[in-house]
């Protein structure tokens, strides 16, 4: 099985804000950038993250070669079941998955 | 033409001198630099204080007070001391008298506040002058007067009026992170969607480059876009790393929301001039039918104290959530009982580092595991509860047995004391918009001369 992070250059996850969440998958080439826009699917993203679809918003951007998708945050920066201040681990759960 | 020149992402961060002076030769018309973010989380809002050392704040901000007056240009910082409160902004305006002291040199200081009252911001609620953005918390007007600070983000026309007074020095409390650049471009009648899509490609300084930690970078704004060059040897802007920081902590790579207006980057064009500078044309300013700024408001939410314990032995490792559960239920009757506390009043969570700390229930990888860490977090009310729930269950972190029959077991505490306080926690609680019939409504501006006579 194909883990994401075999295909790509880097996955970034920020803060946008307090609020949300933002990933940044970095395919590095227009193979790479076609395998995980067709490989990824928005659904299998928010099971991931155990949340709705529609709560995410999603952006191909063939430019760039870059997959971006934007969540509302697992949990609201610094709240108490927040465990991760500026959000940037939460990219190994999406390194981490298979490319169908 | 407007040249901005801006020393790095945030004051605190440092930025390559020699870089800053190839900047200075270019006759800047500014210098801007960010003093904060919401990135630390709500404690330096909710307590109005600065995340960075004051000594690092005042070794870097007099190496910029020295290249303005070098550059005979106003100097600007946004959201100064991390949150931009009164409070921080009183801070950086002590840190810039000592350090004017130390110089020498006379100067006028400009100072744009940001914080707002929260009975005030509270009745814009009520009129309905306050509304949600998305994914913002439920909010009441208690909910609004209980936080220890608000503040809401200036954009580029409270930055204008600071300039307007002719200021050697703008210490602004809570911008925008863009405001502080875009202002004297859209000032001097450069191309608005050029001055605020070019302001936020810089205001991280030299990310939008290649060798991103070098800092220093110039954006020059025009009446048809802006051109990017960094300044740092070695660093390199191309269309792809200027085009690709619309995507950095920002929901949506194209459209950005600023007081007044949202940018529009669809359309953007990015050319290479050569190696190191790209230009960028084609986007678009929107302006909206209301005046709007975005409110920041943290409120505590009680006291904190954590504790370390670290588990080596095998047979604890395997058993480790027998032995938390164990510890909580016994611990909080003991709390309960000892302290007349009803089960709402406190909470202890016991966090497995080495198993789950970082995603919580997201994990979805198991592994062996040589050690776990478990990080026992007492919340409460006051600061008594939490010291005295933390001191009754650090003797279950060293000593608890798995079951009766077994010799007590020694566990390892780093620390001594093993409880560690906190003080007081914050939440960030507003992520809503309040609506201004002026600009300057919720802002005050006020300027001092300094004088050597």
């Not at chain 1, 950038?33 to 949340?51: M, N």
């Not at chain 2, 790393?241 to 920002?250: C, G, K, P």
């Not at chain 2, 095998?314 to 009803?342: F, P, Q, S």
Request: some cysteine; charged content about 20%; glycine content about 8%.
């Amino acid at each position: 099985m194909t883990k994401l992070s075999d295909v790509v250059e880097k996955v970034r996850s920020k803060n946008a804000g307090p609020f949300w969440l933002t990933i940044d998958i970095f395919c590095g080439s227009a193979e790479a950038f076609e395998r995980v826009a067709r490989g990824v699917s928005t659904d299998r993203v928010a099971q991931l993250f155990k949340t709705e679809t529609k709560a995410l918003k999603r952006f191909d951007i063939p430019s760039l070669n870059v997959v971006k998708i934007s969540l509302p945050r697992p949990a609201v920066q610094g709240t108490a079941a927040d465990r991760d201040m500026h959000g940037a681990s939460f990219a190994a759960l999406v390194a981490e998955m298979t490319l169908n | 033409m407007v040249t901005v020149l801006i020393p790095s992402g945030a004051l605190g961060l440092n930025y390559d001198k020699e870089a800053l002076r190839r900047g200075i030769a270019a006759k800047p018309d500014i210098i801007a630099i960010d003093g904060g973010s919401t990135d630390s989380g709500p404690s330096y809002l909710g307590r109005g204080r600065s995340k960075y050392a004051r000594s690092s704040t005042k070794v870097e901000w007099a190496g910029l007070m020295e290249a303005r007056a070098e550059a005979g240009c106003p100097l600007v910082i946004g959201t100064a001391g991390t949150c931009g409160t009164d409070s921080a902004v009183d801070w950086m305006l002590d840190i810039t008298l000592e350090i004017a002291a130390e110089q020498g040199r006379p100067l006028k200081i400009a100072v744009l506040r940001s914080s707002q009252d929260p009975v005030i911001v509270a009745q814009a609620y009520g009129n309905s002058n306050v509304t949600p953005l998305e994914n913002a918390p439920e909010i009441d007007a208690n909910r609004i007067q209980d936080c220890t600070n608000i503040v809401a983000l200036a954009g580029a026309e409270q930055i204008n009026k600071a300039l307007e007074t002719g200021a050697d020095i703008i210490i602004a409390g809570r911008t925008t992170d863009t405001a502080i650049i875009t202002a004297l471009p859209l000032a001097r009648g450069c191309h608005a969607g050029g001055a605020w899509h070019g302001a936020k490609i810089g205001e991280c300084g030299a990310l939008c480059a290649t060798n991103p930690q070098s800092g220093v970078i110039l954006v020059d704004f025009d009446t048809e876009g802006f051109t990017v060059t960094p300044l740092a040897d070695g660093a390199h802007a191309s269309p792809h790393t200027v085009s690709a920081h619309m995507l950095y902590e920002n929901s949506d790579p194209f459209i950005l929301f600023e007081p007044g207006g949202h940018l529009d980057v669809t359309q953007a064009q990015y050319t290479a001039l050569d190696q190191t500078r790209v230009r960028v044309t084609g986007s678009q300013w929107v302006p909206s039918d209301r005046y709007t700024v975005k409110l920041e408001g943290a409120r505590r939410v009680g006291y904190q104290s954590v504790l370390l314990t670290l588990l080596r032995d095998r047979h604890y490792v395997e058993n480790v959530d027998t032995w938390c559960a164990d510890i909580l239920t016994k611990c909080r009757a003991k709390a309960e009982a000892r302290l007349g506390l009803a089960p709402e009043d406190f909470n202890i969570e016991l966090r497995l580092i080495g198993r789950n700390a970082t995603l919580g229930a997201l994990e979805n990888r198991v592994g062996e595991t040589v050690e776990i860490g478990v990080l026992g977090i007492v919340t409460a009310q006051t600061t008594q509860l939490v010291d005295e729930i933390g001191k009754m269950l650090n003797p279950y972190l060293l000593h608890h047995p798995l079951t009766e029959a077994e010799e007590q077991p020694t566990f390892a505490f780093p620390f001594s004391p093993a409880e560690i306080e906190r003080g007081e926690i914050f939440e960030f609680c507003l992520n809503h918009v309040m609506t201004l019939n002026d600009p300057m409504q919720a802002f005050r501006l006020d300027v001092q001369e300094v004088r050597f006579d």
